[in-house]
Nanobody, 122 residues
Framework: QVQLVESGGGLVQAGGSLRLSCAAS????????MGWFRQAPGKQRDFVAA????????RYADSVKGRFTISRDNAKNTVYLQMNSLKPEDTANYYC???????????????WGQGTQVTVSS
């Protein structure tokens, strides 16, 4: 299992950018797909983006395609979410997640961080 700690959230104006980071500990990081999810108050947790263990495969929610980019640095055990052209509707608590070992970007995510808040003002 992998332990996950997110950082990089904050308050930003619409049209601005933020980069979220997720530091992972545990032996399986390099062989686990990683993902970002978000949850706004009163709403369900939604998928945002995922990346395969090698970084070659990615997928995105339609709502963030062309604006957000997921990446990973396996040497640093870290996954990133670069968020550009932010909109007020992107406001949410953002969670980092990991699959079990050898999971793909289509697998279920079994390990979760505590989340980092992103607030986009209009």
């Amino acid at each position: 299992q992998v332990q996950l700690v997110e950082s990089g959230g904050g308050l930003v104006q619409a049209g601005g950018s933020l980069r979220l980071s997720c530091a992972a500990s545990g032996r399986t990081f390099g062989s686990s797909a990683m993902g970002w999810f978000r949850q706004a108050p009163g709403k369900q947790r939604d998928f945002v983006a995922a990346i395969g263990w090698s970084g070659d495969n990615t997928r995105y929610a339609d709502s963030v395609k062309g604006r957000f980019t997921i990446s990973r640095d396996n040497a640093k055990n870290t996954v990133y979410l670069q968020m550009n052209s932010l909109k007020p509707e992107d406001t949410a608590n953002y969670y980092c997640a990991a699959t079990n070992r050898y999971g793909s970007i289509w697998s279920g995510f079994g390990s979760w961080g505590q989340g980092t808040q992103v607030t986009v003002s209009s």
